[in-house]
């Protein structure tokens, strides 16, 4: 064996070593820097590897078969499936008399901070399974935490191919008004190549590698986090995409014979007697959602007209005004049921 091989042998066994020490070091302190601010792409909800992975399409999407995710999604545990939605494994019966809804959504529709039986769509399917009148009915919870309209556009049309709905439901609004980082709109993002996102994906599995690339990022950007105009600042998606968004989405569902319900997004009242800026632009969304309803003659859930008599929805609206409690949910899943049974019997006539 030459002097230079087992010099190399050598050299590369210490480093082996040391990222192993580092490496494991990382794990038993748990220390997994992120660098955190409120902006889209830097926001960093999609760079917990171990819920989501980075996509070239959809940015971002959920792991698939969690089997006990925790942290900070739920407060107990939540599961994936094969096809990275949050709940069991679909069973997908197109030969009986199943009845299928998909609910497509950001993070209200995940079922954020809730246990999997406390979300609207589970709540939907005990709904309508109870009805005397009831078919074998299965809820899919298509909803990914983060997602605004254009994500949800993209998403819905890879996996309702799989899902074959005759419902769907369609709730968006929050992440398509968030300050977009950068001033780019979702639909002016650029994403690297897959292939190079799998290599991410892959090596994100190493705390050494997470802590390295987030202390790498942490000065850069931090020094750009504010650089966007707060005056007048660019949202993920405009008011006028968010429309098309929904037109868009609306008549896919019905090109595929696909009854699609739109559900507005809830806000509470933040401050007591005061109109905020956030609330009054978050209800122009809503009003674009029932207006679109309208025009298309498809059904509506106003959830966010429904919640104003309902304060005891929020359990800490100062501190999230986003996301509902389990009464929330359970509100709207009976709302859900109700319009989707009264539409099973007017389609049926």
Known sequence: MSRFFKY???????????????????????????????????????????????????????????????????????????????????LIDTASSQLRIACFGNSCTFGWRLEEPQSYPVRLEQSLSSEPRANNVTVFNCGVPGYSSFQG?????EILLILKPQYVTICYGWNDHWAAGFDLEDKSQQ??????LDIQNVASASYLYRATKYLLLSKSEKSREYTYNRQSPTYRVSLDDYRDNLRSMINYCLNQNIRPIILTAPIPDIEPGVDTPMEVYHMLYC???????????????????????HPEFWD???????HYNAKGAEFIAKELARVISKDQISQSR
Do not use: C, H
């Not at 792409?41 to 698939?64: Q, T």
């Not at 994403?191 to 190079?196: H, K």
């Not at 009003?287 to 008599?309: H, K, L, R, W």
């Open 8 to 90: 190399t042998l050598f050299s590369l066994i210490i480093i082996i070593s040391v990222f192993a020490f580092l490496e494991g070091a990382l794990r038993i302190l748990d220390i997994n820097p992120r660098v955190d601010n409120p902006f889209f792409l830097l926001v960093r909800v999609f760079e917990y590897p171990d819920y989501f992975k980075k996509d070239a399409s959809l940015f971002w999407r959920l792991r698939p078969d969690i089997r006990e995710g925790t942290e900070f999604l739920v407060e107990g545990t939540y599961r994936t499936n094969s096809l990275g939605l949050r709940g069991p494994e679909p």
């Open 153 to 157: 556009w993209k998403f819905m049309q």
């Open 191 to 196: 994403s690297p190549p897959q292939w190079v």
């Open 287 to 309: 009003q674009i959602g029932v207006f679109t309803a309208e025009e298309m003659n498809v059904p509506v859930v106003d959830a966010a007209a429904m919640f104003v008599e």
């Open 316 to 322: 800490d609206p100062k501190k999230d005004f986003i």
